[in-house]
Structures are given as C-alpha cells and as structure tokens.
C-alpha cells in the first residue's frame, strides 16, 4: 500500500483537466437534448394544430356532401314535379284543341263548349304559372349546387395543403430521429470497445479466480469476496480487490472521449433465504447497502462519484434457480458492468 501511495504522489495530477472536459461533455450532451426536446415540442404542436385543422376541414366536407346530396334529392323532385306538369299541360292543350274542333262543328251548340274551351284555357294558364315557378326553383337549386361544389373543390384544396405539409412534418421528424440513433449508436459502439478493454485489463489484473468471474457484460464477484454473512461492511480483502479496479479505472476514464456518457453501475444481489433482521429487514436492504458500500470505497479513492451507480435487486435476478447451497453462494453477488447513463 505504502508503494501505491508513493506512485500515486508521483503522478500527474489530471483531475481538473478531467472534470474540465466531463462538465464540457455534460453542458454539450445537455444542450443537444434540450435542442431536440425544443424541436420536438414545436413539431409536436405544430403537428396538434394541423390535426385540428383536418377534422375541421373533414366535419366541413362531410357537411357540404350532405348538403349538396340534399339539394340533387330536391332537384330530382322538382325535375319530377316538372315532367308531371308538363305531361298535365299537355293532356290539356289536347282537350283544349279537341273542344275548339268540336265547337267549331257544333254551330249554335258552340256556345257551350266556348264555355268549357276558356276553362280550360285558364287551367292551362295556371298550369304554365306553376311551370315557370318550377323552372325558375330548379334554376335557383343548379346556382346553389354550383356554389357548392366550388367551395367543396376549395376546401378539398386546403386539405390536400395541410396533408401535404403533415407529410412534410412527419418527414423532419423521423430524419431528426434517424440522426440522433445514428449517434446514439456510434457512442455505444465508442462504450463497447472501451469496455472489452476496461474487462480485458482487469482480467488480466485480477487472474483466474473461482470467486471472480464474466457474465456477459459483467464483472461478477461472489459477495463472500467483500462482505461477511449478513453485512454490508467491506472486509479488507474487499478493498484490496477494488484497489486493483481502481488502477484499471484510473487508466479507463484517461482513455475514454469526454463525449461519451458513462457509468459503472455497481448491481448487489442475494440469495433466496430472508435475512429480516433489525438492520435489514428484506434483502433488498441488504443488496442495496452493499452496492452503496462499494460505490462509496470506489469514491475515497478519487473515482468521479458522477460515473459510479449503485443498485440493488435483493434476490429476484437470480444466476442458479436451484434450492442448493451451491446454488446460493453463486447468487450473492456483486455485479460491475461498464454501461451508458
């Protein structure tokens, strides 16, 4: 320990460059986000207005549809009252023409039918008034329908506008979201490489322990490595283990870009079997203040407390579903995985 120390005190110290560049890749990472949650907040209203904008436009069109289908029923009517007026005027021309030819054959009987002739005549008469005020309705409902039909084809206009700048919209939207994947892919491409070597060095630093081993992306240490039974509080061959990840931490946040958002999420684990005991009351208590435990060792020796994560799942992850004691031991855990924020 002595001569870690010495080495330590040799050392450059970069601390504040380090935090200097962290806060940069902070403010950037935050400014970006707030850019895009600007944009998607103008969108998005932008978006709820032209919504808006189209029911109304459709409730409008639905509305002249109807009004303009009432108006063809009430011409078809009036077409139909008119056919039937003109088919009546002409029954009567023809009675009209067949009394004048017999009054005209009549002699002095034609008084009588001079009688039923102007009748007639002034039915007919009637009957042309009704024609021409029929006429001149469906004349009226032809200049309604016109009316219609171009405020449908203006409307129809509008809409095919708002639909077109929604397309447009929609299509900012999805590239802006295409763009931010890209580089949201490209950092953790940046994190995995970094974290292969952040597992390689420590493998190398740590050997080949029993106690010690990879699960996946994880760094996974048997709990008995740190803790005794029962307790959250770090053994001293505990802290000599996280000494060791400490250098290989040191090396890793001198290597890895400001830019790239990281932590090490510290996960504590249990077995099956309750603890409940006054210090403790469930095993979530106790996975939780062992990852708390080795995060706070992590940060008394200089590791940004920005870049450490505790969590605890009690026993509900666990790796060996048996009921054996084996099966327990490789259940208490504690778990480092090298992971974006």
Known sequence: MALVRTRRERTVDYWPGFVDALSTLILGIIFLLTVFAVMQFFLTQEMSGKDTALTRLNAQIAQLNELLALERTGKANLES???????????????????????????????????????????????????????????????????????LTALEGALEASE?????????????????????????????????????????????????????????????????????????????????????????????????????????????????SAQFPSNWELSAARAIAVVQYLMTRGIPPQRLVAAGFGEFQPLDPAQTDDAYRRNRRIELKLTER
């Open 164 to 276: 077109k700048r929604d397309k447009e919209s929609q299509t900012r939207i999805t590239d802006l979201g295409q763009r931010l994947n890209t580089a949201l892919a490209q950092r953790v491409q940046e994190l995995s490489r970094y974290r292969s070597d952040f597992f390689g060095r420590l493998r190398n630093i740590l050997g080949d322990r029993p106690d010690i081993r990879i699960v996946g992306d994880r760094f996974v240490f048997q709990s008995e490595v740190f803790f005794d039974p029962g307790q959250n509080a770090l053994r001293p061959e505990g802290r000599a283990e996280l000494d060791k990840l400490v250098t290989v931490l040191d090396e890793l946040i001198k290597q890895i870009p400001p830019d790239i958002a990281w932590v090490l999420r510290v996960d504590g684990h249990t077995d099956v079997r309750p603890i409940a």
């Open 81 to 151: 009252l008119l056919t039937t007026f003109r088919s009546n005027l002409a029954a009567t021309e023809a009675e009209r023409d067949r009394y004048k030819s017999q009054a005209e054959g009549v002699g002095s009987g034609a008084a009588g039918a001079q009688g039923r002739v102007n009748e007639l005549t002034q039915a007919l008469e009637s009957e042309k008034g009704v024609t021409a005020r029929a006429l001149a309705q469906v004349e009226l409902l032809n200049q309604q329908i016109e009316a219609l039909r171009r405020q």
